[in-house]
């Protein structure tokens, strides 16, 4: 099996495919003054780049896994991502409750897709 890294970094890589699949590191928006639903569009942003990069797009998503320091802003969260997703192709999908890196991060997402 093939294993192909992206974006790498000191610390890790924001994807690696294997084989047929690629996985997608935890996403951040850049801003973190912005409202829940600006990050929450930054960190999408990311993904479509991230899957573009490996010639897939969000129609490929197997699973999204989304990390909210505040449940509070679960419907804020969901009225940008409703707006993202592929109606056709929905991913199965995860919402948790956990504190992140850095207190401004409202939101974070990682994210597994099928590129055969």
């Known amino acids: 099996m093939t294993i192909q890294r992206f ?8 994807a690696v495919r294997a084989g047929d699949t690629l996985y997608l590191a935890g ?5 973190g ?7 929450t569009r930054q960190v999408l942003a990311k993904l479509d780049a991230l899957l573009k990069e490996a010639g897939a797009d969000k129609s490929r998503l197997l699973a999204v896994n989304v990390f909210l320091p505040n449940i509070a802003d679960f419907d804020a969260m969901n009225t940008v991502y ?6 056709a192709n929905p991913p199965a999908r995860a919402c948790v409750e956990a504190r992140l890196a850095d ?7 990682t994210a597994v897709a099928y590129l055969g």
């Not at 207190?103 to 997402?109: G, P, S």
Request: glycine residues 4%; aromatic residues 4%; negative net charge.
């Open 82 to 87: 409703d707006a993202w997703v592929d109606p």
């Open 33 to 39: 003054r912005a409202t829940i639903e600006d990050q």
């Open 7 to 14: 974006s790498i970094g000191k610390r890790m890589s924001q």
């Open 27 to 31: 996403q951040v928006a850049d801003d």
């Open 103 to 109: 207190a401004d991060l409202r939101v974070e997402m």
